[in-house]
């Protein structure tokens, strides 16, 4: 690949089209020059933002009715269209032909395991801070501060803090921009990165997810870079005006300037059996083989849902055991996550102890 040349992504996500914000994040971005061609249409990756080369590349021929357009439209009417992949974090010029309309998922927010009350009260509240229609407004003493709506989600892995940010996104119908694991370690050039990701946010409406976002909560310490990073973010995140969400399963380890910050904290108790059983029949109820659905009595369910797994663990067990059916050229049944379940129980005593000292020996 070289350098200063587009190249062709293959991107099968979300996006969302921006040209505005595309060109204030990218000025130097030189866009190149597009010709008809019958063959295909090249998605435009930045490679060298300083570039001001104009590249000559070929555009695919829509499969719209081209002797319907004049001269005119064909003038006006660009084959790509500039905007962000939400999953791949890039920006890039999308082939206007292989872009349609989203399909949401209105019911993902329904399969959220919380209680009513919790998920009523996220519903309301976020629903009245994207709408912004309310006759009355509630702000702080200082002009532009505290105007978002900043919710913590907190308990142990795989309870369903991340899965009720993609349920929100959908019931809203509102992007979602999932960020912390791409965000700088260094306090200057965070605070450039979180300027520039609010911003867009609060253009595009979205929902912002700051999954284990526990590197710019934790408590201050001894550390001059981290305490940095800690204030940056808490400084910022009190001017952010939008709708963002918080997942930890640390917060006892939370600065107490944290809590100040906090609109509304809600915790997820870990999987209680009923919740268990539920997760297991929604994840078998979509394990379909050629070979027919997935095969299983009530008993056997029983069974499954005394085991102390998480959702994500349920999941995995799930697709685990779908893989072993669809190779074994057979619907999925017990046996298969019964094996499945076999094999994670060694791994489970290894990693919490129990088994290290068989575990030692085994190797010896």
């Not at 002797?67 to 890039?92: H, M, Q, R, Y």
């Not at 801070?129 to 006759?135: E, R």
């Not at 991340?162 to 260094?186: I, Q, W």
């Amino acid at each position: 690949m070289k350098k200063k040349k587009p190249v062709e992504i293959f991107i099968n996500s979300r996006i969302m089209v921006d040209a505005a914000s595309f060109q204030e994040i990218n000025p130097n971005y030189a866009r190149p020059s597009i010709f008809k061609s019958p063959d295909c249409i090249d998605l435009w990756l930045i490679l060298d933002a300083a570039s001001s080369n104009q590249i000559d590349e070929s555009a695919m021929k829509s499969s719209m009715d081209l002797g319907a357009l004049t001269d005119e439209d064909f003038i006006i009417c660009s084959p790509t269209v500039l905007g962000f992949s939400l999953n791949d974090k890039l920006w890039l010029e999308f082939a206007v032909a292989d872009i349609s309309e989203i399909s949401w998922n209105d019911s993902l927010f329904n399969q959220v395991a919380i209680p009513s009350r919790s998920k009523k009260l996220i519903e309301a509240l976020t629903t009245f801070q994207s709408g912004g229609q309310a006759k009355y407004t509630f702000d702080d003493f200082v002009e532009g501060k505290g105007r978002g709506l900043i919710m913590l989600l907190y308990g142990p892995p795989g309870v369903g803090k991340t899965m009720t940010a993609e349920g929100l996104s959908e019931h809203l119908k509102r992007p979602l921009e999932v960020s912390a694991g791409n965000l700088s370690k260094d306090a200057k050039h965070l605070e450039v990165q979180l300027c520039e990701m609010f911003e867009v946010a609060e253009n595009w409406k979205a929902l912002l997810l700051l999954d284990e976002a526990d590197d710019f909560l934790c408590k201050r310490s001894y550390d001059s870079n981290h305490n940095s990073l800690v204030s940056v973010f808490l400084r910022k995140l009190e001017y952010y005006k939008g709708i963002m969400l918080l997942t930890t399963n640390r917060v006892r380890d939370f600065d107490e300037a944290v809590q100040s910050r906090i609109h509304i904290g809600v915790k997820y108790s870990p999987l209680g059996v009923d919740t268990r059983k539920a997760i297991w029949r929604s994840f078998l109820e979509r394990a379909k083989t050629e070979n027919g659905n997935a095969v299983y009595s009530d008993k056997q369910l029983n069974i499954l849902a005394k085991h102390s797994l998480n959702g994500r663990q349920i999941k995995n067990t799930v697709r685990s055991a779908h893989a072993i059916a669809s190779s074994d050229g057979t619907h999925l049944c017990y046996s298969h996550l019964e094996n499945v379940l076999e094999v994670g129980k060694e791994f489970e005593n290894d990693f919490r102890g129990s088994g290290e000292m068989a575990n030692m020996l085994s190797y010896a």
